[in-house]
């Protein structure tokens, strides 16, 4: 299905006129028939009212052919079940009355941007004019246009295992427009679940290629070496990949993603408080190490120092004992308590 854009010249507003002038005329020939149905002049004043009546009774038809449509809208009008063309761009146009909008998507409320509300203004509007006495008006020719406007689509949460087996929980917003009318129209049932749809798809495809922290031994870009790509280190790229994988799908629907973002990304609550303990514990551990390195490199450094200088000759049990010493001093958690010896170490 290809789309095609009507050039209808923006002439609503004087086909207004005229159907207005042309309904006043209506009534004028009514009152004019009316007037004029007596015996004398029966041949007159029938055919004038009977031309008039069925212009006031079926003249209502060609309003349906007014449409109005602003910035950044679109209108795809079928006839008779044959798809006829696109109205795209603001104005006051004039079509076929018998044509009819099409969007199956009008009423379909996600947790997204420019949705409507699934008519439920439209029911308390209905009630409060039956409530009061009034004919019910039907609205729902009112949601048949198609928005072109940027907007964004947000996910709710879902529980992916990474590639390591581990349960996280991740969101993403995605950024989305319509670009083919005809597309999102007549190829998919609904545009709008159809693009929520592979929006998860696409994100578990992702996540379960990637861990959630950095670890070794594992591809993420199948290139066949080991590397250090994460969700958590690498949001973006992530992201990245998650966006193509979804525009993949959605091409056919007629719709561009344009920007996918990861907006929540958490272990799950079954195995957060164990993580976290293991977090804790890999930083301990890394603290330690580079406290020993350093340590360690101080001792070597005194220990040099004092070879060189040549202020003091120690043999290897007394430097055994300064570098516990020192290493018990500079590794201790606490701040150590001095012991001064008084007499000799042997």
Known sequence: MEEKILNNKKNGMGMLLVLIVAYVAAIGLVIFGGINMDAHRYLLGV???????????????????????????????????????????????YVNPFCTGVNPAANTKLSQSGDVDGGNSNALLNAALKSSGQLAVSTDGMGRKISLKVMTLSNSRQKINDCLGNPVEISIAVMWRVVDTAKAVFNVDNYKEYLSLQCDSAVRNIVRIYPYDVAPGVDTTGDGQADEGSLRGSSETVARRIRDEIQAKVQEAGIEVLEARITYLAYAPEIAAVMLQRQQASAIIDARKMIVDGAVGMVEMALTRLSEGGMVELDEERKAAMVSNLLVVLCGSKDAQPVVNSGSLY
């Not at 031309?51 to 008779?80: D, H, N, R, S, Y």
């Open 47 to 93: 055919p004038v009212f009977v031309v008039g009546m069925v212009w006031v009774c079926l003249g209502w038809i060609l309003f349906c052919g007014l449409k109005v449509l602003k910035p950044q809208e679109a209108l795809v009008l079928t006839l008779f079940g044959k798809y006829v063309g696109t109205l795209k761009g603001a104005g006051f146009y």
